[in-house]
């Protein structure tokens, strides 16, 4: 299997900033709130959060992380290389239309996969007939989420099944909270009861070969009765978190993204600007024009809403937003010149274009702003 990351596109003038050790005293500061014992697993789907999967394992393998948690068989293959004694869950579940070849590698290289129906168990079986291999096996059970989740009855048969099998082990059991990031954390508590519940009820708890694990950060930082034998963690290794106010650890953001100035403009008061003039100089007005727009996910809807930092100050984005341009407002931000860094996402959680406030603008949370790091960026490892 093959992943190559698309380099040809690649700017040397957009830089996505990757702080390693804010990252890993956020792996630190958050095994601090763990049990010595518990298991951490770093969730580095979705090409490590937007940031680029190699990166970020690179730098998190160098704290101690006991698992990298992907979504499908391809990230985990990309990986493999570079995790060395850590192990990978794979959190897409197996299903019939994966290649018995995938199976076989999952298998061959120690992949821990979710699995959530008897036909694909069996096909797993059945792909492994040929090899000495034993596939390493998570049920997921359903509690309140809807996705990928399997009721008790089904989970318990899977579990049953999964014993007749001597080339599959159930090496783990899991589910996953809706609502752990919300003010009110009953829902979360109803589905950690209904986890218990099938634990109990399945002698689950006592079996030491078997993790069991349920939080992701937001479950991570509220919930302690909630981190099992392990827990699976992406977002707040970032440096953010859905419920910032209630953090009583210090999570330092890891991520700057920065463009330069590629022109200064200046408009008489009353000129029209940008696609569809949605802006009109209230006075006569400097702008800055910045490399980056909706193309590289600075997105359309931030058009005559969102800010950027030039130095100490804020400059807001005027007009539309377009493909690969945008406009900022600097007549009340002195000396600014050509080739100067503008911050697009900041790395400060009280900054006016941070990730938090980013999320706000854009009516959605930290991680979409966060997997929408622009793939062109040059990536710059401190
Ligand atoms: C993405 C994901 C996580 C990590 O969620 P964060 O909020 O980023 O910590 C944990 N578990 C599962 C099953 C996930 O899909």
Redesign the pocket.
């Known amino acids: 299997m093959q992943f190559e990351t698309n380099t040809q596109f690649i700017r040397e003038d957009q830089k996505v900033y990757i702080s390693s050790q804010n990252m890993l005293d956020n792996l630190k500061a958050l095994r601090s709130i763990c049990k010595p014992e518990t298991k951490f697993c770093a ?1 580095v ?1 979705a090409d490590g959060y937007g940031h680029g999967i190699r990166e970020i394992v690179s730098i998190l393998k160098k704290g101690r992380v006991d698992f990298f ?1 992907v979504a499908n068989i391809r990230e985990a293959d990309f990986i493999a290389c570079l995790v060395e004694q850590s192990k990978i869950l794979i ?1 897409e579940p197996l299903h019939t239309a994966c290649s018995p070849r995938a199976v076989q590698v999952c298998a061959e290289k120690g992949f821990h996969c979710a699995i959530v129906d008897a036909e694909t168990l069996q096909f797993a079986h059945d792909a492994l007939q040929s090899s000495d291999n034993v596939l390493n096996v998570h049920i997921k059970v359903e509690t309140g989420m809807g996705r990928c989740g399997v009721d008790a009855e089904i989970a318990a048969d899977l579990i049953k099944k999964i014993r007749k099998f001597d080339n599959i082990r159930l090496a783990g059991i899991y589910t ?1 909270f809706s609502t752990a990031a919300e003010k009110s954390m009953s829902f979360a508590q109803q589905q950690l009861e209904t986890f218990k519940k099938f634990l109990s009820t399945q002698s689950l708890l006592a079996c030491k070969d078997i993790i069991i694990h349920a939080a ?3 479950a991570m930082l509220n919930m302690p009765q909630a981190h099992f034998d392990m827990v ?5 290794l970032f440096g953010w978190s859905q419920c910032p106010d209630s953090l009583d650890i210090e999570l330092k953001p890891v991520t700057k993204f920065e463009v330069p100035i590629v022109q200064l403009n200046h408009y008489k008061k009353g000129q029209t600007v940008g696609y569809g003039r949605t802006f009109t100089a209230q006075r006569d007005t400097t702008a800055a024009i910045v490399p980056v727009g909706y193309a590289d996910n600075y997105w359309r809807l931030y058009s005559n809403r969102a800010v950027m930092r030039i130095a100490d100050a804020f400059a807001p984005v005027i007009g539309r937003v377009s493909m690969d341009k945008t406009i900022l407002d600097v007549t009340d931000i002195d000396d600014v010149k050509t080739g100067q860094s503008v911050t697009v996402i900041d790395n400060d959680p009280d900054s006016q274009c941070s990730v938090y406030k980013l999320a706000e603008l854009a009516d959605t949370i930290c ?1 979409e702003v966060l997997a929408s790091l622009p793939p062109k960026a040059r990536r710059i490892i401190s």
């Open positions: 969730v789907k948690a959190l996953h992701n950060s937001a699976r963690c992406g977002l707040a991680h």
